[in-house]
């Protein structure tokens, strides 16, 4: 079974702080996808990282930073001195190789309070 | 330019009304889909069209018919539709469906249903 935990429903932090967003999922398949999407209150699924199950490296873009652990099934998001514009729902989610569906992640509300 | 574009933004229709949703992109992509997001809750895969083909669809109820007349549009038709279905209706696309490629969101419709 293909499964997305997000455990963290919402979050509030004040403007500046630092912020992890967790994901753990879950998939018997070796290749698969990881995908970050933020959706901000316009409704729009904007794309953040994609990653494959063979790489590992963490990756920085900005303020933007992922962490992805195989042996724990978990890919993680920080963002670095939160902005009030970071405020948004954050999807994880997971497709598996030549799949078309992604399962998502119940998503994680972010507020970030001036 | 990864840009998916929906109309209308907003729809409100009773009942017994008839309207389409309508879809485009021009990023050369062969797969479009259709998703439906409910209040807090993540997107649910409805349709899926691979080079202008309905490939996927996910029990979806006969008062929403999609159509995709080119490889850049795609439409979803509704009719008789219940209040239960008021939500936000997204359209993705992706470069194709058998390589797990990153899809790509419009803003959405949200469509209210008296």
């Known amino acids: 079974a293909q499964k997305v935990t997000q455990a963290q429903t919402e979050i509030s932090v004040v403007e500046k702080e630092d912020v992890t967003l967790d994901c753990v999922y879950e998939t018997r398949d070796t290749t698969y996808y990881l995908f970050w999407y933020k959706q901000p209150p316009s409704g729009e699924l904007v794309f953040l990282i994609r990653?494959?199950?063979?790489?590992?490296q963490n990756e920085i873009s900005g303020r933007y930073s992922w962490n992805f652990q195989k042996s724990t099934s978990s890919f993680n998001f920080t963002i670095t001195a939160s902005q009030v514009v970071d405020s948004a729902v954050y999807f994880c989610a997971l497709v598996n190789t030549g799949g078309f569906k992604t399962i998502f992640g119940a998503g994680t509300r972010l507020f970030v309070k001036a | 330019d990864t840009e998916v574009t929906q109309t209308p933004k907003h729809l409100v229709m009773g009942m017994t009304n008839k309207k389409s949703l309508k879809c485009e992109q021009h990023?050369?992509?062969?797969?479009m889909y259709w998703y439906k997001q409910k209040a807090k809750k993540p997107p649910e895969l409805m349709f899926v069209y691979s080079y202008e083909k309905l490939s996927i669809n996910e029990s979806v109820p006969s008062r929403f018919s999609p159509e995709c007349p080119n490889s850049s549009l795609l439409n979803l038709h509704l009719h008789a539709l219940q209040p239960e279905d008021s939500a936000l209706y997204l359209c993705?696309?992706?470069?194709?469906?058998?390589?797990?490629?990153?899809?790509?969101f419009g803003p959405g419709t949200r469509l209210t249903v008296l």
């Open positions: 990023m050369g992509h062969r797969a």
């Open positions: 993705a696309s992706s470069q194709d469906t058998s390589r797990s490629d990153t899809q790509y």
């Open positions: 990653r494959n199950s063979f790489d590992e």
